[in-house]
């Protein structure tokens, strides 16, 4: 038996549609923080079952998305570079940077440039290529910083020479509260994302929650999951009660993973960080600290301190305001014409956990796309179990 079977399960779907429309009774705002939930809501149909006043926008969780193009460039850069090999997760070799190229198009010019499912594939690589600099680009929220961290710690202790690290990871609850506290904020309630928070606990949010009085909750993946997080923030919303509940407690403990926390807490310190396309966030990032700051790529012989990118070719993609939820991706006039998942503009048409990519593969793209129509009436007729994946 399929372990999320439960998870999926029609009927369970249809009670919790229900009770959501009984629990509703003015117009609410909630964010999915994370793309990962944004994909599965519209895969699984789920936002055509919300009953109406309950708007879903979409947050700025997709590490790949919100990557800044000077960190991007700094990557092609560094592959650039004759007996360099860059080593990433595959989404990343798609982003565009500032110039609109890539690091596959960097590849297929030459450059040596490999997909690693673990960042310790790169120290592998690294043992194996004596005569050749290694770099890993790091990126992700505090659920792939862990392993980062393991890398560093190991190639510290091993003294390896050829490898050096260059880190775009981010955390996401200084992002929650920027977007919070940003003056054209519309979010009223948090789905939370599960997988960061199995890592980092439900209760780092809580300070958040209070502060802003706002209900977080908490939330996995699945139909149920996702429909039940919404259940309780309605409920919250409407008793105006503002705290973190915990929807997802076969993965998530208030305290989260000890020992991945105490890891990213040993190699890793916050920094300011830029987002791309939402500016600045206080403490939001995660750079080396000593003495694992010895592999920064920054200290590679020619980096600048500072990298300052060109113009951005992306410049008509709206992405920074589909990340805030200001704004869905069809509203983009690019989406479906100009940025496409083959000739894409901006990251969150290029990660799989981009909101863009989300409604290309999965949404209503009809009024922007004349070729997509027929799909997304074959969508639109296909059930909730048809939907869901194997």
């Not at 309950?54 to 460039?73: F, K, M, Q, R, S």
């Not at 690693?116 to 290694?134: E, K, M, N």
């Not at 500072?306 to 070719?313: F, L, M, N, S, V």
Request: hydrophobic share 45%.
């Amino acid at each position: 038996m399929n372990p999320l079977a439960p998870y999926r399960r029609p009927e369970a779907v249809q009670q919790l549609v229900g009770q959501l429309q009984q629990a509703i009774s003015r117009p609410w705002t909630l964010m999915e923080v994370c793309g990962g939930q944004t994909h599965a809501l519209l895969r699984h149909g789920l936002d055509r079952l919300l009953p109406e006043g309950l708007e879903l926008i979409h947050g700025p969780g997709c590490p790949v998305c919100v990557t800044p193009a000077a960190t991007i460039d700094r990557a092609l850069e560094l592959a650039a570079r004759p007996g360099v090999i860059l080593c990433s997760y595959g989404d990343m070799l798609r982003v565009p940077g500032s110039d609109g190229r890539s690091l596959l198009d960097l590849r297929a010019a030459g450059a040596c440039v490999r997909v690693v499912t673990s960042p310790l594939d790169a120290l592998a690589i690294a043992r194996d290529s004596p005569g050749q600099q290694v770099v890993f680009f790091a990126v992700g929220f505090e659920t792939t910083a862990p392993a980062t961290a393991l890398l560093a710690h190991q190639a510290w202790c091993c003294g390896s020479s050829n490898l050096a690290l260059l880190v775009g990871h981010v955390r996401i609850a200084p992002a929650m509260e920027a977007l919070l506290a940003s003056p054209h904020n519309r979010v009223q309630g948090f789905l939370a994302a599960g997988h960061v928070c199995a890592v980092m606990g439900s209760e780092e949010l809580e300070p958040l929650s209070a502060r802003f009085h706002v209900p977080v909750v908490v939330t996995g993946f699945e139909p149920v999951d996702l429909l039940e997080g919404l259940l309780r923030c309605v409920r919250q919303l409407e008793r105006g009660e503002g705290r973190v509940e915990n929807a997802y407690g076969r993965a998530c403990r208030p305290e989260g993973n000890a020992a991945a926390r105490a890891l990213i807490a040993r190699v890793f310190e916050p920094v300011d960080q830029l987002w791309r396309g939402l500016g600045v966030f206080p403490a939001s990032g995660l750079r080396l600290r000593p003495p694992y700051a010895a592999l920064d790529a920054a200290r590679l012989p020619g980096q600048a301190t500072e990298h300052r990118p060109g113009p951005d070719a992306a410049a008509a993609c709206i992405s920074g305001q589909v990340l805030q939820g200001l704004a869905r991706p069809t509203a983009c006039p690019a989406f479906g014409r100009t940025c496409t998942p083959e000739r894409p503009l901006g990251a969150p048409m290029v990660s799989s956990e981009g909101a863009c990519a989300a409604y290309w593969h999965h949404g209503d793209r009809a009024e922007n796309s004349a070729a997509a129509r027929p799909l997304v009436r074959a969508a639109e007729a296909s059930s909730l179990s048809d939907k869901a994946e194997p």
